[in-house]
């Protein structure tokens, strides 16, 4: 599919430039010229203007805001809107401010759909999602000050929010918006206004001044391919392929990460986009359509949540995976280096969420206590790999103290 802008030429122009290029005679009694022949104009169909690969940087939007890339790379935690609109914020920036820390991953569009600051855009939709939880000025000047360097996390297709509002933009069954066990809605990969929305909320955001566009949920429901045929919703441009669902799927994914990546080439910013951990130990996951190596040479930066927690028994050679934090973090890599060298030049930055939460709900044996020895344990594995950047997860924003952040 061919999601460039494109200007084309009118049928006037085109007759105009037929014309011109038919020599005029001065003389109206001039005869016509015994050997003339017919001369065609050739025509492209290709864009006369598109956003080029590289755009020129002093034609790239200011915000104004001057946070430099941080040198030893970025090393940041998670920030909900409430805690970076609220008083938390500021033992979160002192947290930063005395350890090797140096960035804030920060909600701008959250896990139900709502915009968690103030846009500035002119879509209805935004601003009705909108809520006024943080002051965006106020909130970038303290990052500012801090050399806090800002990532601005916006959720793309888990969005109950849009779903509820636009129903034909989302996954239906007998006339209800579907939803997941967790009562949760999402929105149609296949729809471009769907795209056009998510990149409209990071276009704002770069403005405000984030440096980073971090999208998450970048993919179909988890187990859509057990009930892809049973519920009701477009496949746009893409129902004519002759792919079948798995890879129509990877389709729509892959092309709304490069289609991203392109519209915001004049906004100055890295693009980053979370993963599964485990895409990268298959060529592609089956029903939530994210191909790890596809979407990596899209993108600027590749964040695989790699939390010990969420690989199940047995998974890399592991019994019981939440127990060993070095080793789940040691082994992934592998992998995803393996698919890094073949990726060559087109290799992102590597910056995987670590996991800085106790994950009781595994049940008795299966989990550990997380503090400073387990997240550091992590970073060491990374680091051990060549990786030294990474970002740390806990929904509660409540991190171990003491934690050694780096292992030069």
Do not use: C
């Not at 050399?147 to 069954?173: C, E, G, M, W």
């Not at 049940?363 to 550091?376: C, I, L, N, R, W």
């Amino acid at each position: 599919m061919n999601w460039k802008k494109k200007i084309t030429l009118g049928a006037a122009t085109l007759i105009a430039l037929v014309s011109l290029s038919t020599p005029v005679l001065a003389d109206e009694n001039a005869k016509q010229t015994e050997d003339a022949s017919t001369k065609f104009l050739t025509l492209s169909k290709e864009p006369i203007l598109s956003i080029p690969e590289e755009f020129p940087s002093q034609f790239k939007y200011d915000s104004g805001v001057d946070i430099a890339y941080p040198e030893d790379g970025v090393k940041g935690i998670f920030v909900t809107g409430y805690s970076a609109g609220g008083s938390k914020l500021d033992s979160l920036v002192k947290m930063v401010n005395e350890t090797e820390l140096n960035s804030m991953v920060v909600d701008v569009k959250d896990d139900h759909g709502n915009m968690m600051m103030p846009l500035g855009s002119d879509n209805e939709l935004i601003n009705s999602s909108t809520q006024d939880v943080v002051d965006p000025e106020k909130f970038m000047n303290t990052m500012q000050e801090n050399d806090i360097y800002p990532i601005a996390r916006i959720v793309v297709f888990k969005d109950t929010k849009l779903a509820t509002d636009r129903p034909d933009l989302s996954f239906t069954k007998d006339g209800e918006v579907w939803k997941n066990g967790r009562k949760e809605s999402f929105v149609n990969p296949y729809e471009k206004e769907v795209w056009d929305y998510n990149v409209e909320v990071a276009r704002q955001a770069a403005k405000l001044g984030f440096k980073d566009i971090q999208f998450d949920y970048v993919r179909f429901p988890e187990g859509f391919e057990n009930r892809d045929e049973e519920l009701n919703y477009s496949r746009g441009e893409y129902a004519d392929s002759d792919l079948n669902n798995t890879k129509q799927r990877v389709e729509a994914v892959t092309d709304f990460v490069a289609y991203a990546k392109q519209e915001l080439q004049a906004y100055d910013v890295d693009v980053s986009v979370d993963i599964f951990g485990y895409a990268a130990t298959l060529e592609e996951t089956p029903g939530i359509g994210q191909n790890f190596s596809r979407i990596s040479e899209n993108v600027d930066v590749i964040s695989s949540m790699i939390y010990p927690s969420h690989w199940g028994v047995g998974s890399l050679g592991i019994d019981r995976p939440d127990l060993e934090p070095y080793s789940v973090v040691d082994k992934y890599m592998e992998h995803e280096n393996t698919i890094f060298e073949q990726l060559g030049e087109k290799a992102p930055v590597s910056r995987p969420w670590l996991q800085d939460f106790t994950a009781s709900y595994l049940g008795s044996g299966y989990y550990k206590q997380y503090g400073a020895e387990e997240v550091q344990e992590q970073i060491r594995a990374l680091n051990e790999h060549g990786v030294n950047e990474f970002l740390l997860w806990n929904a509660g924003n409540v991190y171990s103290e003491g934690a050694q952040y780096s292992f030069d």
